[in-house]
């Protein structure tokens, strides 16, 4: 049976890979150390093995990657406004974090690593779609120590031969998305609102769009590409589902007018939209899943 691990495992996205890979026949290994601010509850799989230490200590993680083929790598400090308040954690995970995990795994020779990161590197200065030859505008430190990230992965693939895949996810929502904090992703935290009787904060004028992508697509993605014959080590691709919505979209999708306005939010971009050929065409990825559909499903499932 194959070994992978997940760090992160227990989280949002995290959790959904490892169910997928249980399900797969792998046997895997997931590094959580279950410190995220945002989420109420953390997931654990009774066929995986876990690991509850931070990717910040090297000496801890290390043994752990021994006969390890695939690392599906998502453990970070999330969350753009959280990592705003406390840019040092974001540099200790988000950075020293992700080069414990590419030495790990070059010292064992994992034959690829797949690493979570983020369309918000893409800030303000791009124009959409936005395509991944365009260049960063990290706007918090959040942006900043995971396209920090990105240039460990590619340098650990051009110097020392480590393949490495890296994702620029845009806005994921699904099944176990947070909901906890005033930051939590839109859609759970709209809803916690409205279970709660309260109001939907929406954040300034809530014309800002995003482009809104399933958990179970962004699984999909990280399936393709540890498996991918393809030439695409050192290469960052877009996993995004091609479609734009505001904020007002979500809130009407949910509850139409149950919503108040709070002051905008400095360090974020006014509008995302993915540009996923490169995805298409390398990884033979498309996404599949409807945000209408997913939250039609979803308010049954809550009774809103």
């Known amino acids: ?25 792998y046997k895997v290994i997931v590094i959580d150390d279950e410190s995220a601010e945002s989420n109420e509850k953390f997931y654990h799989n009774p ?10 200590d090297y000496d801890l993680i290390e043994p752990l990657f021994k006969n390890v083929k695939y690392v ?7 969350r753009i406004q959280l990592t705003m308040n406390k840019p040092e954690k974001a540099v200790s995970v988000n950075y020293v974090g992700t080069h414990n995990v590419l030495r790990a795994s070059k010292k064992y020779g994992v034959r690829r690593v797949m690493f979570s990161s983020t369309s918000s590197a893409y800030g303000l200065k791009n124009q959409i779609p936005l395509k991944e030859t365009m260049p960063n505008d990290c706007l918090n430190p959040y942006s900043v120590t995971k396209t920090g990230g990105e240039s460990l992965c590619k340098m650990y693939s ?25 930051y939590a992703p839109v859609i759970g935290l709209f809803a916690r609102q409205i279970l709660e009787g309260k109001k939907m904060t929406v954040v300034g004028d809530g014309l800002q769009t995003r482009d809104y992508t399933n958990v179970q697509d962004v699984v999909e993605a990280n399936i393709l590409a540890s498996t991918c014959e393809n030439k695409v080590s050192g290469e960052i691709f877009n996993i995004g589902c091609g479609k734009r919505y505001s904020v007002l979209d979500i ?18 971009a ?6 996923i050929s490169k ?3 390398l990884l033979g990825w498309i996404p599949k899943v409807e945000l209408l559909d997913w939250i039609e499903n979803y308010k049954k499932e809550l009774g809103i």
């Open 158 to 182: 051009d110097v020392y031969g480590l393949e490495t895949v890296i994702f620029r996810y845009f806005n994921v929502y699904g099944d176990r998305h947070p909901t906890k904090g005033q």
């Open 47 to 56: 066929e995986a093995e876990y690991h509850k230490i931070s990717i910040e």
């Open 279 to 281: 995805a298409n065409e």
């Open 1 to 25: 049976m194959q070994q992978v691990i997940v760090t992160g495992g227990a989280g949002f996205i995290g959790s959904n890979l490892v169910d997928r890979l249980v399900n797969d026949g």
């Open 72 to 78: 599906f790598h998502l453990a970070a400090a999330a």
């Open 251 to 268: 809130a009407n999708m949910l509850k139409s007018d149950y919503f108040e306005h709070i002051p905008p939010r400095p360090g974020e």
């Open 270 to 275: 006014r509008d995302t939209l993915s540009d």
